[in-house]
């Protein structure tokens, strides 16, 4: 299993194009969740009334263990930049024509497509870890007083968010077999939270159970929106079995599909 | 001889189109083996089968007698149409990746890139090598893992005279190691050249096979002068002519079968004519190849 991890690594870690896309990816990760604070001065600052209405220094964004659900919430936003990452690695084999050749050099149809799992695994851990460590050290520093109790608690939401990315760099893999060219398929990963947003307003009026059977709501779901919790004080601070449920489901027949359309086609 | 690869019944279609129809063959160990047709005659699909990447619609083939799988093509180099690497990865990367997918040392790298002449120009990036290069690296990954089964398909396309010759002696070494090679290609001559087995496929059938040797046997076609003004009259003296045709200011004597240009040269001594000009001319495979195309239609 590493063997593979290792093939497809070997690949990625001589493109140009790979460092660049994970440095961006981490780096406005790193920026914008470690600047909330400064955004909110800035909004201050700017208006008024925001500061007189509302003391900054009491919204606790980036107080344990409110820390954690916000970051991980926001972050879940630029896992569009690992699956395009993912769009690329995939459409390249196509391009290049170099999934044929692997498997002319003795890879099976699984073993190809399970070396991109691996490095999907991958990329979404070292996500999940980036922003742990990023919302460990914010937590630390914007905290006034530490209570051990609080700096542990709410941490189920970093198992979910790695499914949620997980799931998303599935589906990123998914298209990139089937579409097997880069622009197309980008262009697809970038509007599917848009397409599905049109078909569930469409049924919405007729199936409404059926919302959160989608895959896209139902990765959102994993991690729900932090904020309601200053406005109204009360908040979903747990992850939804259902919604783990889901996600999980459409992670695992994501790869199953690109599966049998690779076993089935003429590379 | 232990049979390396056997075809049975093997076919393709691919929509309404037969690509490949009901192929049996056998190939034996230290053959090389010479696939022939015209383009769209079904070789490169007949060998994407045989490598696992097209999906055949009916019909099996087992390799050293076993069912097929991806460690059966880890013993096989295949190099199918064009070469295919990563082209932003250096020709060093892109061999240690094949040594990763195809589990074999890395230490065999140096070897093949020297046998291919390419160890100068072996971090360079793919994208920037010449096609002979990107030719002969791909030559080069196939041999990575000491395979006993080489597969080439037209492993001249595309190359300068000096690049086809080139290809051609590695070729020859390699079939003097004893290793078995199957090689596609629609250029007869080079098949010619270094096979000893073949056989012509056209719209997907099979329609000839057997050793090369055997092209040559048969009617033999000799190519004479001499400075004697009723020549032709005494060719056609010999009782061995067939058929006498002047060509190129030569006569081009067809002989019956069960002789030899070695009796038309003493035919002639005894006449007291001294040829100039003497060529026994063995028949091309190209000959045969165009007719047994003929043949068929």
Request: neutral net charge; glycine residues 6%; hydrophobic residues 45%.
């Given at each position: 299993m590493l063997h593979l991890?290792?093939?497809?690594?070997?690949?990625?870690?001589?493109?140009?194009?790979?460092?660049?896309?994970?440095?961006?990816?981490?780096?406005?990760?790193?920026?914008?969740?470690?600047?909330?604070?400064?955004?909110?001065?800035?909004?201050?600052?700017?208006?008024?009334?925001?500061?007189?209405?509302?003391?900054?220094?009491?919204?606790?964004?980036?107080?344990?263990?409110?820390?954690?659900?916000?970051?991980?919430?926001?972050?879940?936003?630029?896992?569009?930049?690992?699956?395009?990452?993912t769009v690329i690695s995939i459409t390249n084999e196509y391009t290049y024509r170099?999934?044929?050749?692997?498997?002319?050099?003795?890879?099976?149809?699984?073993?190809?497509?399970?070396?991109?799992?691996?490095?999907?695994?991958?990329?979404?851990?070292t996500s999940v870890i980036l922003v742990f460590l990023i919302a460990l050290v914010t937590g630390f520093i914007y905290t006034p007083e530490i209570n051990w109790n609080y700096v542990f608690t709410d941490l189920e939401f970093y198992p979910a968010y790695f499914l949620e990315i997980f799931t998303f760099l599935s589906f990123a893999l998914m298209l990139g077999i089937f579409?097997?060219?880069?622009?197309?398929?980008?262009?697809?990963?970038?509007?599917?939270?848009?397409?599905?947003?049109?078909?569930?307003?469409?049924?919405?009026?007729?199936?409404?159970?059926?919302?959160?059977?989608?895959?896209?709501?139902?990765i959102s779901a994993l991690v729900p929106l932090p904020f309601y919790r200053y406005a109204f004080q009360e908040i979903q601070d747990y992850v939804d079995p259902l919604s783990v449920i889901i996600a999980l489901g459409w992670a695992i027949l994501f790869n199953y599909f690109s599966f049998l359309k690779l076993k089935r086609s003429d590379l | 001889m232990e049979t390396v690869l056997s075809i049975k019944g093997l076919t393709k279609n691919f929509g309404r189109l037969c690509a490949v129809n009901n192929l049996n063959l056998e190939v034996k160990g230290g053959q090389v083996f010479g696939m022939l047709g015209p383009n769209g005659s079904g070789?490169?699909?007949?060998?994407?089968?045989?490598?696992?990447?097209?999906?055949?619609?009916?019909?099996?083939?087992?390799?050293?007698?076993?069912?097929?799988?991806?460690?059966?093509?880890?013993?096989?180099g295949a190099v199918l149409e064009h070469p295919i690497f990563y082209p932003y990865l250096s020709g060093q990367k892109n061999l240690?990746?094949?040594?990763?997918?195809?589990?074999?040392?890395?230490?065999?790298?140096?070897?093949?890139?020297?046998?291919?002449?390419?160890?100068?120009?072996?971090?360079?990036?793919?994208?920037?090598?010449?096609?002979?290069m990107k030719q002969r690296l791909a030559i080069a990954s196939a041999l990575l893992n000491e395979p006993t089964v080489l597969i080439l398909d037209e492993p001249t396309n595309g190359l300068d005279p000096m690049g086809i010759a080139e290809i051609r002696e590695l070729i020859k070494k390699i079939a003097a190691n004893g290793k078995t090679i199957i090689l596609a290609s629609h250029l007869l001559d080079e098949v010619q050249k270094v096979c000893t087995h073949f056989a012509v496929l056209k719209k997907g059938n099979m329609i000839h096979t057997g050793p090369v040797n055997e092209v040559s046997r048969g009617a033999e076609t000799v190519e004479v002068n001499a400075e004697v003004e009723n020549l032709s009259d005494v060719l056609l003296k010999f009782s061995g002519t067939?058929?006498?045709?002047?060509?190129?200011?030569?006569?081009?004597?067809?002989?019956?079968?069960?002789?030899?240009?070695?009796?038309?040269?003493?035919?002639?001594?005894?006449?007291?004519?001294?040829?100039?000009?003497?060529v026994t001319k063995k028949k091309s495979l190209e000959k045969m190849f165009l007719e047994i195309l003929s043949e068929t239609n």
């Open positions: 991890l290792q093939i497809d690594l070997k690949k990625l870690t001589s493109y140009r194009t790979f460092w660049i896309v994970c440095g961006l990816y981490f780096l406005t990760i790193g920026f914008s969740t470690a600047s909330g604070m400064e955004f909110l001065k800035w909004l201050a600052n700017t208006f008024d009334k925001f500061g007189s209405e509302l003391n900054i220094n009491r919204i606790p964004l980036y107080h344990f263990p409110d820390v954690w659900l916000n970051l991980v919430w926001w972050s879940g936003f630029f896992k569009v930049l690992l699956g395009i990452m170099t999934i044929r050749q692997n498997v002319i050099d003795g890879l099976s149809r699984w073993e190809f497509l399970f070396s991109k799992i691996l490095t999907n695994l991958l990329l979404s851990l579409i097997q060219r880069s622009g197309l398929t980008i262009i697809l990963l970038l509007l599917s939270y848009m397409l599905e947003a049109i078909i569930k307003a469409n049924i919405d009026d007729f199936f409404p159970w059926l919302i959160p059977f989608f895959p896209m709501e139902s | 070789k490169t699909t007949t060998l994407g089968m045989l490598m696992g990447v097209i999906n055949q619609t009916s019909g099996e083939y087992s390799w050293f007698g076993r069912q097929p799988d991806n460690e059966v093509r880890k013993k096989i240690e990746l094949n040594a990763m997918i195809k589990q074999c040392p890395v230490e065999n790298i140096p070897n093949v890139l020297e046998l291919v002449e390419l160890a100068d120009r072996r971090d360079d990036k793919y994208k920037t090598y010449s096609l002979g067939e058929s006498i045709n002047p060509e190129n200011g030569f006569f081009q004597v067809t002989l019956r079968e069960d002789f030899r240009g070695k009796d038309l040269n003493k035919f002639l001594f005894d006449q007291g004519i001294i040829a100039n000009h003497l």
